[in-house]
């Protein structure tokens, strides 16, 4: 079974509306992490979400437009709001898993905008 | 400020082939960790190694070698005796704590042809 469970897989929207992402992993994280990557480049952090605080975005990324929730250790949710052609990408969730060595991602939220 | 540097865009070898893809880093913090994952058509992004700032010992896993030079700054990656089934997009990274945000290079495109 996936320790990282993204979902949609991909989707495709209308201009204007939103999108919610969902990330649920097997067990309990501190901190999840969501990046995008936008086609052909590499991956950009959006937000830290800590559960019981705000998400912490990065420069550049604003929780009006790409609000997260955190409601538990297990559980988050991104979503794109007043989507544009230019938020098609890749978006992934990602966690530091105790006693793991390395970040692992969500399999990716393929997003076009039309 | 940290910033991962991929200079190398593409890379093309024949199978058999051995291949070293270049990462050079900056960062202030004297404790930090560098990784790199591969990324796959497909998509998912997996770990390949995270190593520390202490630790400069070079590593061998199968085909895979990593040599950390802290003098140059440098993480590089090389895989001997490419296969095409090594033919992905491989991101060097950087953070400066335990379960911080990774800061991704823009990405090594290697293609391996029989």
């Known amino acids: 079974s996936a320790v990282i469970s993204q979902k949609p897989s991909r989707d495709i929207c209308q201009r204007g509306t939103s999108l919610t992402i969902q990330c649920q992993v097997d067990s309990q994280v501190t901190m999840m992490f969501w990046y995008r990557q936008q086609p052909g480049q590499s991956l950009t952090l959006i937000a830290t979400?800590?559960?019981?605080?705000?998400?912490?975005?990065e420069s550049g990324f604003v929780i009006d437009k790409f609000p997260i929730s955190r409601p538990n250790l297990t559980f988050s949710t991104l979503t794109v709001s007043n989507m544009s052609p230019e938020d098609s990408s890749i978006y992934l969730c990602?966690?530091?898993?105790?006693?793991?060595?390395?970040?692992?991602f969500g399999s990716g939220t393929r997003l076009t905008v039309v | 400020a940290q910033k991962v540097t991929q200079a190398q865009t593409e890379i093309s070898v024949v199978e058999k082939e051995d291949v070293t893809l270049d990462c050079v880093y900056e960062?202030?913090?004297?404790?930090?960790?560098l990784f790199w994952y591969k990324q796959p058509p497909s998509g998912e992004l997996v770990f390949l190694i995270r190593r520390n700032s202490f630790d400069e010992q070079n590593e061998i896993s199968g085909r895979y070698s990593w040599n950390f030079q802290k003098s140059t700054s440098s993480f590089n990656f090389t895989i001997t005796a490419s296969q095409v089934v090594d033919s992905a997009v491989y991101f060097c990274a950087l953070n400066t704590g335990t379960a911080s945000k990774l800061t991704f290079g823009t990405g090594t495109r290697l293609q391996v042809t029989l």
């Open positions: 960062t202030r913090d004297t404790t930090y960790y």
């Open positions: 990602s966690v530091l898993l105790t006693g793991a060595k390395g970040y692992t």
């Open positions: 979400a800590n559960q019981g605080s705000e998400a912490t975005y």
